[in-house]
C-alpha cells in the first residue's frame, strides 16, 4: 500500500465533509428528510438521524443514540472504509473524492503524517462525543456553583464521560481499533469518570488533542503514603505526538481571534471558562504550572504583542512572574507584557478580618468581568526592579543588570526601551552604553540563530539531493517542513513585518500620551509644514518633497 499525503490536506478535508449531500445522494439517501441511524448498535425502527450543519460542516445526527456523522464515518459504516491508519488516505479519502467528483493532488506522506491524523481525528470525535452526553448530579453541582450554563459549555469543549465503555463501543463503530484507543488514553477509568468534569484541550487551530479531568470528588486528604485518597484535583493528559503542556493554552484558539485588546493568559481552566462566559474572549489558561517561551512565541505567530498575565497575588505568584521576567523572556522579545496581581478576599471572622486567596474565577462570579478588566496592569520593568529593594537582600550592579536587560530587550517600543536604559544605568551606575550594547546582542542573537538553522537545512537538502536525485519529491517536502518549523520557532525576529507594525504602534500609543507629547518647532523657514503638524495628526498623512540625492530628511 503507498502512502500518500494531500496537498492543502486539512482544506481538502474539509471540503469533501462539505460534500456529505452528494455523497448520500449518490448511494440513493434522501437527506431532505429523517432516515434510519446508520449506527449499527441502534437498532432504530422509526427514522431518527437527521441532516444539520455544525459550525460549516455538514453531518448527520441521530436524536435516538446521540451518534454524529460526517461523510468519512458514513463511509466507514456503508463501505467499511478505514477511519484511521494508511488506509484513511489511500482508501477512504479517495473513495470520497471519486464519489463525490472532487479531484485530489496526491504526495507521499510520511508514516509520521499519518499517525498524526489518525490521532486528531481520533480525539475530535471523542470531543464530539463527550460534549453531547448528559450531565450526572454531581457534574450539575458543579456547574451550579460556578454559575455555568450549560448551553454555553459545548463550545468550550467541557463535557463528560460516565460510561467509558459506552464511549469506547461508539469510538469502535466509527472505525478506531482497540489498540488505538488504549495507546492513546481512552482506557483510563481515572479520566474519563462520573466523577470528572472533562476539559477539551485544543492546539493553536482549534483542533483538539487532549483532554483533562477536573476531580469533583477531590477534598485534599492523603493516605499515610502521602497519596490522595479520592485521587487529585486535576487527571492532566500525558504528552503524545499532538500534545506538549509548554506548546499549548486551553481556549487559546478562541482567545487569538479576540484581538482587539490585550490578550489574558491566567492559571486555571475555570479561570478562563468563567471568563468567556461572562462575554471576555480574550483569555485563555495555561496547562502547566509555569509560563513558557513556546507559549508566549505562539501568542505572536498569531499577531498578539499585549499580553497580561494574571497570577496570584501570594508567594508562588510572586515567584511565577519573577520567573517570566528572568528566565522566559530571554529568548521572547518584541512583546508586551503586564501583571495583573489579584487582591486578597477579605472575609470576617469572629471579630476580625481574614485575607483569603482568590482566582479570576471566584473573583468574576463575584464582582463581574468589568471589575477584573479594571485590576490594576503592573509594568513588568517598573515591578521587577522595585522587588530587589524589598526583597531587602543584597544584589550587586551586575547581577542586577544581567536580570533587567531581558527585560529591557522585551520591550517592542524602542522609545520606552531608551528610557528604560536610562533607569537602569541610574539604579546600577552602569553607563548607558554598556546596557545598550548588551541589549543589542540579544535582539541580534535570534537572528544569527534563524540563519544558521536555515544554513544547516539547506546544507543537508543539498547533500540529500545529491545522494538520491530520484527522492527530490520527498526531500524538498522535508526540508520544507523544516523550514516552517524553524519559522515557528523563531516567529519572533526583531525584523518581522508585523512585530515593526507592532513598534510603530507602540511608539505612536507612547507619542499621543499625554506624558509623552513633545511640541516640534521647525524654525522660521517651515511655515507649511508647521502648519500640517499642528492640530490631530490621525489620518493625516504629510509628504516631504526634496530634490533629488539630499539624503534623508531627519526632523
Partial sequence: MSLYKIANLDDQIINLKTNLMKYMSNHGFDLSKPIHCLNPAHDDRHPSMSYFVDDGIPKLHCFGCNTSLDVFNCAHILHHKPISGPGFIDDTIVHVAEVVGVKLEMQQMSQEDIHKLTLYNLYKAVAEYIVGQPFNQLQINELDKRAWPPSSLPKLGIGCCNDLEAMREHLKNLGYSTKLLDDNEFSNHRLFSPNNLLFTLYDEYGKPNGFAGRNLVYDGVKDDNGLFIHGPKFINVKKSAIYSKKDSMYLFHLASKKTSNAMYIVEGYADAVTAHIAGFANVCALSMLGISDSQLNMCKRHGIYDVVICLDNDDPGMAKAKDVLDNVLKTVHDLRIRFVFLPHKEVKADDSIVKLKIDPDEYIRDNGIDSFLALPKVDPFTWRLNQYIEDGDEYDPESICLAMIPIVAAEPSSVKRDGMIKELADFTAYSEKAIRDDIDKILNATEQKIRRAKDSIISELVQSL?????????????????????????????????????KLLSIKQ?????????????????RSLKTAWGGDLKQKLILIGGVGNVGDCNL
Fill in 466 to 502: 545529491t545522494d538520491n536525485p530520484t527522492g527530490a519529491e520527498s526531500i524538498l517536502s522535508s526540508a520544507i517542513d523544516k523550514l516552517g518549523g524553524v519559522a515557528k520557532q523563531y516567529e519572533s525576529s526583531a525584523f518581522e513585518v508585523s512585530t515593526q507594525v507592532n
Fill in 510 to 526: 507612547y507619542q499621543e500620551s499625554e506624558n509623552g507629547h513633545v511640541i516640534h518647532d521647525f524654525g522660521p523657514y517651515f
